[in-house]
């Protein structure tokens, strides 16, 4: 659904300002790479981090029909952070490496600046939300 919101300027003459919306939403489901760790910036609010891989699947071959050629995967690493303090804190305390969870969010692009002073770009899911789906110590059933 498009808005559309008239605004007045000085020279008394009405334009059309159109508002549209739009989306920034992700959903992942995938495994733990590492424990959580907490941090804390100084005069910030704490946020947990932790790293959460998705494989991609498919079959190599003349045809996908066939059943013959190989089976290819291809893991992609996302780094996850929470902000949310009830969330926040759950996560820290249940979520382990191995575990397999679902995470709803939002992709956010920033810099950093490493140890070494140097500019880098840094990719980071912002959870929403946050499903426990295994513990890790046993594999899910297919």
Known sequence: ??????????????????????MNRV???????QDPIMRQVE?????????????????????????GGDISQKTTWHRI???????????????????????????DYGEYTDKNNVRRQATTIIADNVIFLSDGSVRDKV
């Open 1 to 22: 659904q498009v808005l559309r919101q008239f605004v007045r300027h000085d020279s008394d003459t009405v334009t059309s300002l159109v508002l549209e919306r739009s």
């Open 27 to 33: 959903q992942l489901l995938g495994r733990v790479g």
């Open 43 to 67: 005069g910030k609010n704490p946020v947990t981090i932790f790293s959460l891989a998705t494989n991609e699947m498919w079959r190599t071959g003349d045809s996908e029909e066939s059943q």
């Open 81 to 107: 952070s929470v902000f949310r303090p009830g969330l926040r804190d759950v996560t820290y305390q249940y979520v382990r490496k191995g575990s397999r969870i679902f995470v709803e969010g939002k992709i």
